[in-house]
């Protein structure tokens, strides 16, 4: 029996684990659960898998949900704030961490979790574009596996089992295109949310399929590429494949080339990091070739979506620079879901924000979190011109 805690556990990864959990009860135990304010459907999750603490982040929440259970006689510790979810991470008995949070907020109860050798299924991909460095120095101190939930980075995973780093000659990370594929810079002007907000292929929570419709989770993916495996960004590429059939592929330096491919399906990966090194049987849907009438590649378009472009510039200047992107685009893609700027805003607040920062070459725990608070507050403050 593997105890695992998960931390947004009511998001669409958090849901989707849970699922795995179930048909695997006999295997999977749940230690730990958190939310924000959800409160209603971690009511039910708590009642299904028996955590013994959970998080509620919103304290007025978490006062509410701590009564509800006191009233049907739960025995459960409920927790809140960043020490609470810290407190869920690190549970003494859990094995595995699953950080499906959304966001910048995963940093701290991940790395808490490493320095008490818990291993990490890592859905959240903020974690290693704020803090990469810190991150994986601790998981190799501590002997720590860092096991990737995005469906692109696990595919890059099983295509290099059994192959050594050396071999790789790069990898090229798929993207759907999201919603907005095939428009130009000036039709993206108007976009809505509600358009925004529909994506193709993926089923997720509104953060993420805002960053896929700006290209951004791709260039996220690309800065968490380079930490999971330690590659420079020369040898990581972006290919868009709209029918998100080929998960990501790794070409090797005899110019053999390995995909990974499937259904959209997040279960997979989840599935991958909880029972990894093993592979178990699953009731998901299976790939049918007979009906993948065609795979289809193009290159993205860096003019119209130049988020992807200011991933790569802030990889390639490194430090915290790419802390101060992930907060930026945080707060502005906050902005554009509260309908308080157009979509073609989102990437000209990261560039103003960027512009700005003069980064920290090697930076600490400490210097991470001052330049994402930093970050947010010039974010907030950035107005942008659209001459």
């Known amino acids: 029996m593997k105890n695992i805690s998960i931390i947004g556990s009511t998001g669409s990864i958090g849901t989707q684990a849970l699922e795995v959990v179930s048909a695997n009860s006999d295997t999977l135990n749940v230690v730990g659960l958190s939310t924000n304010t959800s409160i209603d459907l971690l009511e039910q999750q708590i009642e299904k898998f028996a955590p013994r603490i959970v998080c509620v982040m919103n304290n007025d929440a978490a006062l509410i949900l701590e009564q509800r259970l006191k009233e049907k006689g739960r025995s459960v510790e409920v927790v809140t704030g960043v020490d ?4 869920v991470s690190t549970a003494s008995e859990i094995e595995m961490l699953l950080t499906a949070v959304s966001g910048m907020i995963g940093l701290r109860p991940t790395l808490a979790a490493i320095n008490q050798g ?9 974690t290693l574009v704020a803090g990469g460095k810190l991150v994986m120095d601790a998981a190799t101190k501590m002997g720590v596996s860092i096991l990737p939930v995005d469906s692109e980075h696990c595919a890059i995973f099983q295509c290099l089992m059994g192959n050594k780093h050396e071999e790789i000659k790069r990898i090229i990370i798929t993207a759907s295109g999201g919603p907005f594929r095939g428009k130009t810079a000036e039709q993206l002007q108007s976009v809505t ?3 925004a907000l529909k994506h193709p292929n993926w089923s997720m929570g509104q953060k993420i399929t805002i960053d896929s419709a700006t290209l ?3 260039g996220l993916e690309v800065i968490e590429a380079k930490w999971l495996f330690d590659l420079p960004r020369d040898q990581i590429d972006v290919v868009v494949h709209p029918q998100s059939i080929i998960h990501s592929m790794v070409e090797f330096i005899d110019h053999s080339t390995m995909a990974q491919l499937g259904l959209p399906d997040m279960a997979l990966p989840i599935q ?5 090194p093993d592979r178990i049987a699953n009731d998901r849907q299976a790939l049918d070739f007979h009906l993948v009438r065609e795979l289809t590649f193009e290159e993205p378009d860096l ?6 472009q200011l991933a790569y510039d802030a990889l390639d200047i490194g430090g915290s620079m790419t802390c101060v992107l992930n907060a930026a685009n945080e707060v502005a893609v906050a902005k554009f879901l509260h309908q308080e700027i157009c979509f073609s805003d989102i990437p000209r607040i990261n560039a103003a924000v960027m512009e700005k920062h ?5 930076p600490t725990l400490d210097d991470v979190l001052s330049a994402d608070a930093w970050a947010r507050q010039i974010a907030m403050e950035t107005t942008v011109s659209r001459s």
């Open 84 to 87: 609470g979810l810290i407190a």
């Open 118 to 126: 818990i291993d990490i299924a890592l859905a959240n991909k903020e």
């Open 193 to 195: 949310l509600d358009q």
């Open 216 to 218: 951004m989770n791709k």
């Open 272 to 276: 991958i990091a909880f029972f990894y």
């Open 303 to 308: 003019h119209s979506f130049p988020c992807l």
């Open 358 to 362: 003069a980064a920290i070459a090697n």
